[in-house]
């Protein structure tokens, strides 16, 4: 019984693990845009357009 709760648990970390990784991209372009108001949105050549 021991060994399969160990699988069970194996597991679970290893889906939590992969689920913050994958969130990596989206946590990083929040915090630069928090950080750098003016950096990247500021760059005519980024790619970024303005409205209005």
């Not at 290893?14 to 500021?42: I, K, Q, T």
């Amino acid at each position: 019984m021991s060994l399969q709760w160990t699988a069970v648990a194996t597991f679970l970390y290893a889906e939590v693990f992969l689920v913050l990784l994958l969130c990596v991209p989206f946590v990083s372009a929040a915090r630069w845009g928090r950080r750098d108001p003016v950096g990247l949105r500021g760059c005519p050549g980024a790619g970024v357009g303005f409205s209005g």
